[in-house]
């Protein structure tokens, strides 16, 4: 028997079950055989050749798939119809009044398909790519931060998650900032406040905390940026499960060759120009901001700093400043990307400056480098150009995957916006949301 999720409106079609199991050796006798169960599905996923239809997205495992594709007892299939007829894209936009899931055509305005978690906020939600799972990361006001997980985010019902420190912690989780798939079946890691590292061996049902990096003996001296003592970047090393590196406001770099058994600080060449120039050298509470690695040249990651952009060749040892004298109007901000594909290439949205955080000159611009951080060029193309003075947080920038790139961020002014080309030209995706605190694509 095979799992297979349906998503509205096919949902309806199947007596409102969402999820069901099936019986078949490849996808099309799978659908095939959910036609004759419910009738009313015939017609809407398979054409009269047997071939899905062109606006119906059919994935196996979280990878698009066709109708021949073999299909085995653990597998799991998601059908999703398309909207208005051309649907292939899908945002998880966390908001202060809950997590939005936008779908439409990529880089054009999107339709709202769900919201949950209403009136809360919504930290961070994101998909795995791995098995199509949800994660959600909502706190309750007084009643603190919850893990939530799903196959299908429209459903009313999502799964919590057991994510708490244990007594001897001495501790109690603030703020779930980020989850990040590993490189074992099964394996997630997320970043909280106050910053700790936990991990999920079962699909993100159950957590662990890590010692190796709470029991660091110089913790006492760690401090919190404005936004608390985060652990909010956490960049795996593609197909070595041994090797991570996470990155705190405001504690700096740390890296792991054991798996997160032991950990050691790589802070060299980062300039913490916020403290007195008497007191940079040997600091520990150095604020990053947001760190990614580039999945196809691993030793190459990038950084956005409390005022600085860094890049590093050597897996985070030592880093490069390639924010100053390089193009950017500031080399303060939050968020960034990396392209999958091309190491050379990374994007920044700058703001002001830590006394003033918009965007500089009044202007919404995405920053592009294709030289590894020797030079940047603004992307503003049917982005506002005059009396802008938006506000993008940390999570809220992210690409598709897709080729060529596609790239999306929100701000806290409430509107999305969209590039499916890029950054070349722009859209907006969704306007008149809550303030934007993550955008992820599904």
């Not at 509205?8 to 069901?20: C, E, H, I, K, W």
């Not at 050796?25 to 062109?54: H, S």
Request: charged share 25%.
């Amino acid at each position: 028997m095979v799992e297979v999720t349906l998503r509205s409106p096919l949902r309806d079609l199947a007596g409102g079950s969402g999820t069901v199991r099936v019986d078949g050796g490849t996808i099309g006798e799978v659908i095939g055989r959910l036609e004759t169960e419910f009738p009313k599905l015939a017609g809407w996923v398979l054409d009269e050749r047997g071939r899905i239809r062109a606006h119906v997205n059919v994935f196996l495992n979280g990878e698009r798939a066709s109708s021949d594709a073999s299909v085995s007892e653990r597998d799991r299939i998601q059908i999703l119809p398309a909207i208005s007829g051309g649907a292939d894209a899908e945002l998880l936009v966390g908001t202060r009044k809950g997590l939005f899931v936008l779908r439409g055509e990529r880089g054009r305005p999107m339709e709202v398909a769900a919201r949950r978690f209403g009136g809360v906020v919504a930290e961070f939600a994101m998909r795995d790519p791995r098995t199509g799972t949800y994660y959600a990361s909502v706190t309750h006001g007084q009643y603190g931060p919850h893990l939530y997980l799903t196959d299908d985010p429209e459903s009313e019902e999502w799964e919590e998650a057991k994510l708490a420190f244990p007594e001897d912690a001495d501790a109690s989780v603030e703020r779930i900032w980020v989850i990040h798939p590993g490189e074992s079946d099964g394996v997630l890691w997320a970043g909280v406040a106050p910053a700790a590292l936990f991990k999920s061996e079962d699909g993100g049902r159950t957590w662990s905390l890590n010692r190796g990096l709470w029991d660091d003996p110089s913790r006492p001296k760690w401090n919190p940026g404005a936004g608390g003592l985060a652990l909010h970047s956490i960049a795996t090393w593609p197909g070595d499960r041994s090797r991570l590196a996470v990155g705190i406001s405001a504690a700096g770099v740390w890296l792991s060759d054991d798996g997160g058994e032991s950990w050691r600080r790589g802070n060299k060449g980062l300039v913490a120009r916020y403290l007195p120039e008497e007191a940079r050298e040997g600091a520990v509470d150095l604020c990053v901001h947001n760190m990614h690695r580039s999945p196809v040249q691993p030793e190459t990651l990038y950084m956005q700093f409390h005022w600085g952009v860094y890049r590093s060749d050597d897996a985070g040892e030592t880093w490069n400043d390639v924010g100053t004298d390089s193009g950017l109007p500031s080399d303060f901000g939050f968020p960034m990307v990396v392209d999958p594909r091309d190491p050379d290439r990374a994007f920044v949205i700058p703001l002001t400056g830590d006394f003033d955080r918009v965007t500089p000159d009044a202007k919404v611009r995405v920053f592009e480098t294709r030289d590894r951080g020797k030079s940047w060029r603004g992307l503003g193309e049917g982005l506002p150009q005059r009396d802008s003075f938006l506000t993008v947080l940390r999570q809220a920038f992210c690409h598709d995957g897709a080729d060529p790139l596609g790239l999306y961020f929100g701000a806290e002014s409430g509107e999305v916006f969209g590039s499916a080309d890029g950054g070349e030209t722009w859209s907006t995706v969704a306007e008149h949301l809550a303030p934007v605190t993550s955008v992820r694509a599904g």
